[in-house]
């Protein structure tokens, strides 16, 4: 693992002062009551640049609720070359805890509020090179505790602008923002390319506003982990109306999981071009994307450039390039195999046209002392098209037989549980809960429970 005070890329800032040079008099931000062009925001980067700089940390941590705040955090962070930490409230409490972490300074929302109002010029670090570590990234925590995934500035850069050549953002475009800013997703994935691009972040009040902000603010575009995909889908089907327009909304980037086909089928009989994609954190995160103009419902679409992709042994999926990570803070044990590929534990294809197709996660196939194997993704699916439940998860506690926990809020459970249980013989045990299953901040289930 390279050591985070190494030296870095000019790229980043670079491609940022372009970005503002050129598009400085568009709206990049608008929210309730609030709206910044692209010059206004870069004159709250620098100021909380400065602030940051001050500290005199060559690590930092962000953990700022505000998404605004959020976001001019880590621009200032990726401008200033001070390696940072975009903290959710499980990273929160994972890095408070962690002795690796103590003497990391936390920056907070209230922090970048009084840097904004006191103001300040700041003069970018020429002297950043682009292999230093820009941010130290939790991984999901689905299967583990979440691990920080060291990203250089080539890394990230090499990602987005790839993405930006597979998925042709366009100037003027209109995006509703509702990601978590602490997973790579929110931050390579749609923030760096809407700024590179010229395109207008809309804040959303909260997903639950989804619907009602779409339509207030025009937008053109979102980005959204697949859970919201299919509510979207379920409260346009329960309108019963197919002339029901969700204003000028054209498409949606979908990522955290794989997008089922039946999702996009069905979000395209109102109109709307539903999209999968591949990432992991490692990979800073995507590793392939479908666009408007090449797709393919269900796939995960085609592999990006800035990286390869090759099918290993057991169908697992292995990756290399330029988006590679650098390794695990704090870990020094290398996390690719002798030929350079990292194992990415998900199994998959690649078609004749060069489509990936995720097919399921080598962690979630459970095998029982006797050996049978079990697909925990496949149950899942099966028991979620139960009546009464809304989501449900496999568990094997190292023991003969597999623990279902149910969530489920409506229904008999004695009939549930019949139904469950005739499934398969190696399902022993269900334990009901009348609360959303944990998950992370995309919405996939976290496995160890």
Not at 27 to 53: D, G, P
Not at 145 to 160: A, F, Q, R, T, W
Not at 318 to 329: I, M, P, Q, T
Not at 405 to 419: A, F, L, N, P, R
């Amino acid at each position: 693992m390279k050591n985070i005070c190494d030296a870095s890329s000019f790229l980043f800032a670079d491609k940022y002062i372009e970005s503002i040079a050129e598009f400085g008099e568009l709206v990049f931000w608008e929210e309730e009551k609030t709206k910044l062009t692209y010059r206004m925001f870069h004159r709250n980067v620098c100021a909380v640049a400065s602030y940051i700089a001050q500290l005199n940390s060559p690590l930092v941590a962000l953990y700022i609720q505000k998404p605004l705040y959020m976001t001019v955090g880590i621009i200032a962070c990726l401008y200033s070359g001070i390696t940072f930490i975009p903290c959710g409230e499980d990273n929160y409490l994972h890095i408070s805890s962690a002795t690796e972490y103590k003497d990391v300074p936390v920056i907070m929302d209230d922090e970048i509020e009084d840097a904004i109002k006191k103001g300040a010029v700041f003069t970018v670090n020429k002297t950043i090179n682009e292999n230093r570590t820009a941010i130290v990234a939790f991984s999901s925590g689905t299967m583990s505790e979440p691990k920080g995934v060291c990203l250089s500035y080539h890394n990230i850069m090499s990602d987005v602008l790839s993405g930006l050549r597979a998925f042709d953002c366009k100037q003027g475009t209109r995006y509703l923002h509702i990601l978590p800013l602490y997973h790579m997703f929110g931050i390579s994935v749609e923030l760096l390319p809407i700024l590179f691009s010229g395109g207008t972040i809309c804040c959303s009040k909260s997903p639950y506003f989804f619907i009602e902000d779409v339509i207030k603010y025009g937008v053109d575009i979102s980005f959204v982990p697949v859970g919201m995909a299919e509510v979207l889908l379920k409260v346009m089907r329960a309108k019963n109306d197919y002339s029901f327009k969700l204003g000028n909304l054209k498409t949606l980037l979908c990522g955290g999981a794989k997008l089922p086909k039946e999702i996009s089928e069905g979000l395209m009989e109102y109109n709307i071009l539903a999209l999968g994609s591949y990432g992991m954190t490692e990979c800073a995160p995507g590793i392939a994307i479908n666009s408007v103009r090449d797709h393919k419902f269900g796939s995960a679409g085609k592999v990006i450039d800035c990286c390869e992709v090759t099918i290993g042994d057991n169908s697992e999926i292995l990756v290399k390039g330029d988006n590679l990570f650098e390794g695990y803070f704090g870990d020094d044990n290398p996390q690719v195999d002798s030929e350079g590929w990292f194992h990415t534990k998900d199994y998959g294809y690649i078609d004749a046209e060069g489509f990936l197709w995720i097919e399921g996660r080598i962690d979630d196939i459970i095998v029982l002392s006797d050996g049978h194997k079990y697909s925990a993704e496949k149950y899942e699916s099966m028991i979620n098209e139960i009546d009464g439940v809304r989501e449900s998860l496999l568990i094997n506690y190292k023991t003969d037989g597999l623990t279902c926990y149910v969530y489920s809020d409506k229904g008999e459970k004695s009939t549930i549980e019949k139904q469950i249980y005739a499934m398969s013989r190696a399902i022993t045990k269900i334990v009901f809960t009348d609360q959303p299953l944990p998950k992370n901040g995309l919405g996939k289930l976290k496995r160890y429970l």
